[in-house]
């Protein structure tokens, strides 16, 4: 028991050295960045750009590598999971993916970047929980307009209705659209997909509800730059604040198909059944749901001086 609290203890104490903001925050995120396949350089600036975000707009930002992070009692803490380019199998005990499907279950908030759609191709409730699932990328990263669909929501609210920018392109072994709400999608006449085409509709961003609790996902981040691009930054501060219940969320829960159909099942159960997960804790629901997203900082106007390793 002691060795357990002990473990414990190591993993929130590696994540809260992260932790940002002043007084009481907001709300709170865990930033899981564990990759057991490829590794993105961009990464860490990812990690100081979320925590920078939580210093200006006052919510906490923890962020952690240890999988025994994935517990009834610790997952209750956070408003959102943002799982930060992961990929492979960065979670590999099966308790542990039980403690995240039960938060999810519960209302919990979930955020992918990039190659969170590259994690966990045999588990299909996580591919269900993102929307679709990473078939391949376009060679290189080239500039190509990115077309936003809602400019309502706050993860794309002050976004320019054609977006150019430079990342390296995603293409889905399904499209996500009829089961999630399409944020915005690429036009494929303005790079080359080579191999990874989608067509006429290729979605790029998107929102959902899921198993019980919320789910955004967005494609870009590749790059190390794009976390110095303050339109780039706007977009993630408003997905973050989406999946954490405090901005609008206008996404319809998804119509789950083939291999992610029980989800819908442990959905409605969700909803219908109130009572505590097996360690007696509930995740936090948020007081501020529907509230406006927070704004830009006049500091992201300029360049975050942040090391690039590409």
Not at 150 to 159: C, S, V
Not at 170 to 196: C, I, K, M, Q, W
Not at 213 to 235: C, D, I, K, N, Q
Request: charged share 20%; with cysteine.
């Amino acid at each position: 028991m002691v060795i357990a609290m002990l473990v414990l203890a190591t993993v929130v104490a590696t994540a809260s050295a992260s932790s940002s903001g002043d007084g009481s925050p907001r709300f709170r995120v865990l930033v899981f960045t564990k990759t057991t396949g490829f590794r993105h350089d961009s990464i860490p600036v990812g990690i100081a750009t979320i925590q920078r975000l939580g210093r200006e707009h006052r919510f906490a930002v923890e962020q952690t590598e240890d999988e025994r992070a994935f517990t009834n009692s610790n997952l209750a803490r956070y408003d959102a999971l943002v799982f930060l380019s992961t990929t492979g199998e960065p979670i590999a005990r099966r308790d542990h993916r039980r403690a995240f499907q039960r938060y999810i279950r519960r209302g919990g908030g979930f955020l992918g970047i990039h190659a969170a759609s590259d994690s966990f191709e045999r588990w299909p409730w996580y591919v269900g929980l993102v929307g679709a699932r990473f078939r391949r990328h376009a060679p290189g990263t080239a500039a190509a307009h990115v077309v936003v669909e809602d400019a309502g929501t706050p993860a794309t609210r002050g976004l320019p209705r054609v977006w150019r920018r430079v990342d390296e392109w995603y293409a889905f072994r399904s499209n996500p659209r009829g089961h999630a709400h399409v944020l915005a999608t690429l036009d494929e006449r303005t790079y080359d997909p080579r191999g990874a085409a989608m067509g006429a509709d290729h979605p790029i961003a998107w929102c959902h509800r899921y198993a019980g609790g919320r789910a955004v996902y967005t494609a870009m981040g590749h790059t190390s730059g794009s976390y110095r691009e303050p339109l780039f930054v706007a977009h993630l501060l408003g997905a973050i604040e989406m999946a954490s219940g405090q901005g609008a969320f206008a996404c319809p829960a998804g119509r789950l198909r083939g291999g992610h159909a029980h989800a819908q099942k442990s959905s409605r159960m969700a909803r219908s059944n109130s009572a505590p997960v097996n360690d007696g804790t509930m995740i936090r629901r948020s007081v501020q749901r529907g509230s406006a997203p927070s704004s830009l900082p006049a500091s992201w106007n300029a360049a975050v001086n942040l090391p690039s390793r590409r």
